[in-house]
């Protein structure tokens, strides 16, 4: 990756020519602190320079694990006309725990950007890097868009070593590798592929390599960036990777054989290869008890379809085939309509676009009335258009069951693809009537099952039929029968035939 911040030499021996090099290049900013320093018995002769961005270091730890030592050594008479001095200020003097030695420009820049501290001596092309990062940083907090009953109430932050920890904490196997990258030719911003040897496919990864090697863009800001960069199908509602801010969830991925892609400043990690059906689950599926998960899991499909359909349907039928509702019932759906001066596409239209509207604004007015106005808008919204004329009080149902079925859905790119294929088939229905739908149906079906992500098929496994895989998707088997892995070449899970010993009974 190009950087926009590059020193294209390497250090001089001169410590004045290195810091005017410094200085060039990041400019008189304010917010760089550079302290020179004299050491040893001949004071005016060599010198050293601390050299730091303010706020981007942790004070505590210049102070006490690098000045304070380096004035120390003066008791100790460091000798710096000898060559070896360097070596031995990095071996003895200084008590921080991170230090590496670089003779590049390049390299001491980006120490630089990244928090640490550089020591600079004069007379030596080497400069000392000191890890001395620590910005502030939220804490680790509850997932704020993907929360659970049952289940651990932590979630990533915008701190990737914060979130590598994470990982680490949930998996502490040898073989979690961790490949670190920069991204972003300003921001420069750090990205980690994290997967576990010996269970993630060896062509994924390096087809996530291979695809984020590619990116060359100004900036990095968030990992939504990066997924459109890398995503296999550009012009398609239906997401090819997923994301997620639960670290168990992310965990749970990688033993399954995903591989992970963290960035430096959201929360948010990125997941790949999914299939459709990933898309449904629920981190919580694997905490209740088998029989209840399956239930809540057909409630997701169910409410999934139906945020999707259930308004197209009712344009549907009540434009075109009136005759596949019951007599009492399409009575009373003419009474409704009887002073509503606009077709039921018009109509639909009308309130989908009211509550999206709404949905919008409960987002980005402040948290603490966000949701009142919401809650309020669509009551009084509704019921004052029932009372004008303007929408009949079915159509108030159907949106409503519709919006609240939307909501069911685990993942929220998931539930915007089924919002905007849900005007699709509105429109479809309210030119063709059921068969715009099936059409519109058959063309999404097959759209899918076009679908690739990171080579795996996206119906995966339905198209290509799987049947061993069946067991954790439209319905989840107890966990002693889950023996495979769906998207890893080491299939095995568990030990086979794992059952329980029946209970002893005590005699009396």
């Given at each position: 990756m190009k950087s926009s911040l590059p020193i294209p030499l390497p250090l001089s021996t001169d410590l004045q020519e290195n810091i005017e090099l410094i200085l060039k290049r990041l400019g008189t900013s304010s917010d760089i602190i550079i302290r020179r320093m004299d050491i040893g018995i001949f004071p005016d002769t060599n010198a050293i320079a601390l050299i730091y961005i303010e706020g981007l270091v942790k004070s505590e730890a210049v102070n006490d694990h690098i000045i304070k030592p380096l004035l120390t050594s003066q008791e100790t008479e460091f000798y710096w006309n000898q060559e070896i001095c360097f070596h031995d200020l990095l071996r003895q003097a200084l008590t921080i725990s991170n230090l590496t030695a670089t003779i590049e420009g390049v390299d001491l820049l980006a120490a630089l950007l990244?928090?640490?501290?550089?020591?600079?001596?004069?007379?030596?092309?080497?400069?000392?890097i000191a890890g001395t990062t620590g910005w502030d940083k939220r804490a680790i907090e509850e997932p704020q868009t993907q929360t659970v009953v049952r289940g651990p109430k932590e979630s990533f932050t915008e701190d990737l070593r914060s979130n590598t920890s994470?990982?680490?904490?949930?998996?502490k196997s040898p073989d979690l590798r961790f490949i670190s990258l920069r991204l972003g030719r300003y921001t420069q911003?750090?990205?980690?592929?994290?997967?576990?040897?010996?269970?993630?496919?060896?062509?994924?990864?390096?087809?996530?390599?291979?695809?984020?090697?590619?990116?060359?863009?100004?900036?990095?800001?968030?990992?939504?960036?990066?997924?459109?960069?890398?995503?296999?199908?550009?012009?398609?509602?239906?997401?090819?990777?997923?994301?997620?801010?639960?670290?168990?969830?992310?965990?749970?991925?990688?033993?399954?054989?995903?591989?992970?892609?963290i960035v430096d400043g959201t929360p948010f990690v990125l997941l790949a290869p999914v299939t459709f059906f990933r898309f449904l689950q629920s981190s919580e599926d694997y905490y209740q008890r088998f029989d209840i998960a399956t239930f809540v899991r057909c409630i997701r499909y169910i409410s999934f379809f139906v945020s999707m359909l259930l308004p197209s349907c009712y344009i549907a039928v009540t434009t075109f085939h009136q005759e596949m509702l019951p007599t009492t019932l399409l009575i009373s759906l003419a009474a409704q309509r009887e002073g509503v001066p606009f077709p039921a596409i018009v109509e639909a239209f009308l309130m989908e676009i009211t509550f999206e509207v709404l949905r919008e604004a409960g987002i980005r007015m402040p948290r603490v009335i966000g949701s009142a106005i919401s809650i309020v808008g669509a009551l009084v919204l509704g019921q004052a258009a029932v009372?004008?004329?303007?929408?009949?009080?079915?159509?108030?149902?159907?949106?409503?069951?519709?919006?609240?079925?939307?909501?069911?859905?685990?993942?929220?790119?998931?539930?915007?693809?089924?919002?905007?294929?849900?005007?699709?088939?509105?429109?479809?229905?309210?030119?063709?009537?059921?068969f715009g739908i099936m059409a519109g149906c058959m063309a999404i079906l097959i759209h899918l099952a076009s679908l690739l992500s990171f080579g795996v098929p996206y119906l995966t496994p339905i198209a290509p039929l799987a049947l061993p895989k069946f067991r954790d998707i439209l319905i989840r088997v107890p966990w002693a029968k889950m023996a495979g892995r769906p998207l890893s070449k080491n299939y095995t899970r568990q030990a086979p035939n794992m059952k329980k010993s029946p209970p002893k009974r005590d005699n009396p």
């Open positions: 990244d928090g640490n501290t550089a020591i600079i001596a004069d007379g030596y092309n080497e400069a000392l994470l990982l680490r904490r949930k998996i911003t750090e990205v980690v592929i994290t997967y576990l040897d010996g269970i993630a496919e060896d062509h994924v990864v390096q087809e996530v390599k291979k695809r984020l090697d590619r990116i060359d863009v100004d900036s990095i800001l968030e990992s939504g960036y990066i997924e459109e960069f890398i995503e296999d199908r550009t012009y398609t509602p239906f997401p090819t990777i997923m994301n997620s801010e639960r670290p168990d969830a992310v965990a749970a991925s990688l033993l399954e054989g995903q591989v992970a892609i009372q004008a004329g303007l929408v009949s009080a079915a159509m108030v149902i159907v949106v409503s069951f519709t919006a609240i079925s939307n909501f069911v859905t685990p993942a929220l790119n998931m539930g915007i693809a089924a919002r905007l294929i849900r005007f699709i088939l509105m429109l479809l229905a309210g030119i063709f009537g059921l």
